[in-house]
């Protein structure tokens, strides 16, 4: 959330939230005004701060987090009881695993991993017919079809009522996680070591679908997970509820604002930034530097401002948000799209363009 005094209340939270969006058409901005000479950053420069210095610690996070489920699993499943602490360990997971993959880039692509360990919604008669064959360890899981395995399925399980029986495939389903989890923090750690200047094709291909990724990735958090529900539940017209990814609106929201941050933090500069631009070779340079050190000063800050309404309307949210208010934090999002698409992505040399490998 934005560090702002006016966020203490609702109403000004509104009317911080309702100047931001005004002042996006707004050329000038404060934090453009002193303008700092920003340097000339390369796309080779650009990767090597996001997979030397920015992914590599997310990935290694979500190892970590997917290692201590698997261990949970493993305890609740040997001294069945109480599963709070096999859902606390489950919620962790997820969150680490939406920062890591939000947008979905390098190894998360090429291993599918969303669809893998994150496809939704899980199939309650595909789960039944795993568990009836009960599988006995990963090799058998493969056989296995996504839906019934991965974050949803375990949900669903930890929902229902608990049988010793399933408890073998519960740990399984963990197992897995933490088996991808560890494919991926592998291949970002190959990518930390990879020097981009060695070949301007691949280079050029890697900046562009980190450009058009993270693009996708802000689509899917506002049209896939958030809008789409909603319009679905008002089409069907029985006061249906949205069916979002998770079972719980407070961890649909826990998670929005996961993948959010995630976007964010490869798209703005950190307040230090503006008066201290990141250097090549010591960290992540965001769009947001990448747009100044190629001089488009005006649109850096309307892109800036962009990502605070946006910032501002996500802290806004509820843990149990109404259809309205979703559908108004969708167009904000809505925004930051737009922008992104008009002028954003121009500015930087990117075309945009749809890969089969967006999404889960």
């Known amino acids: 959330m934005i560090n702002n005094p006016l966020l203490t209340t609702r109403r000004g939270a509104l009317a911080l939230v309702a100047g ?28 090597q701060g996001l997979y030397q210095h920015h992914l590599p610690a997310l990935a290694q996070a979500f190892e970590a987090e997917a290692q201590a489920l698997t261990a949970q699993a493993r305890r609740f499943c040997a001294h069945p009881g109480e599963r709070a602490d096999l ?31 994150d496809f939704w919604p899980s199939r309650p008669p595909l789960l039944k017919k795993a568990l009836a064959r009960k599988p006995q360890n990963l090799a058998d899981m493969e056989s296995v ?3 019934a395995k991965g974050f949803p399925t375990m949900e669903t399980m930890l929902a229902g009522e608990h049988r010793v029986e399933h408890c073998p495939y519960l740990v399984l389903i963990a197992e897995g996680i933490t088996a991808e989890a560890t494919a991926l923090r592998r291949g970002f750690d190959e990518l930390a070591t990879r020097d981009w200047t060695t070949d ?23 049209w896939m997970q958030i809008e789409q529900p909603v319009q679905r539940a008002r089409t069907a017209g029985d006061k249906r509820a949205p069916a979002f990814a998770r079972q719980s609106m407070a961890d649909n929201t826990a998670e ?30 965001p769009i947001e ?30 843990s149990t948000p109404s259809q309205d208010e979703l559908m108004a934090l969708s167009k904000t999002l809505k925004g930051v799209t737009t922008l992104y698409q008009a002028e954003v992505a121009a500015a930087l040399d990117v075309p945009l363009g749809f890969s089969d490998a967006d999404g889960d």
């Open 256 to 285: 929005w604002r996961a993948q959010w941050q995630a976007l964010r933090a490869q798209a703005r500069l950190k307040p230090e930034q503006v008066s201290q631009p990141p250097q090549p070779g010591q960290g992540l340079i």
């Open 200 to 222: 301007e094709d691949a280079a050029r291909a890697a900046f562009a679908e980190w450009i058009n990724q993270w693009l996708g990735g802000l689509e899917r958090l506002r």
């Open 20 to 47: 931001l969006l005004t002042s996006i058409v707004t050329p000038a901005t404060a934090q453009t005004s002193a303008v700092v000479a920003f340097p000339f950053y390369s796309g080779e420069q650009a990767l």
């Open 289 to 318: 530097a990448l747009l100044m050190g190629k001089g488009h000063i005006a649109l850096a800050g309307r892109w800036g401002q962009a990502l605070d309404a946006a910032e501002a309307a996500i802290g806004l949210l509820p």
């Open 145 to 147: 079809g996504t839906p």
């Open 87 to 117: 859902q606390a360990a489950w919620r962790r997971a997820l969150l680490a695993w939406q920062t890591l993959s939000s947008p979905a880039i390098g190894p998360v692509i090429e291993r599918r991993s969303q669809r893998q360990i």
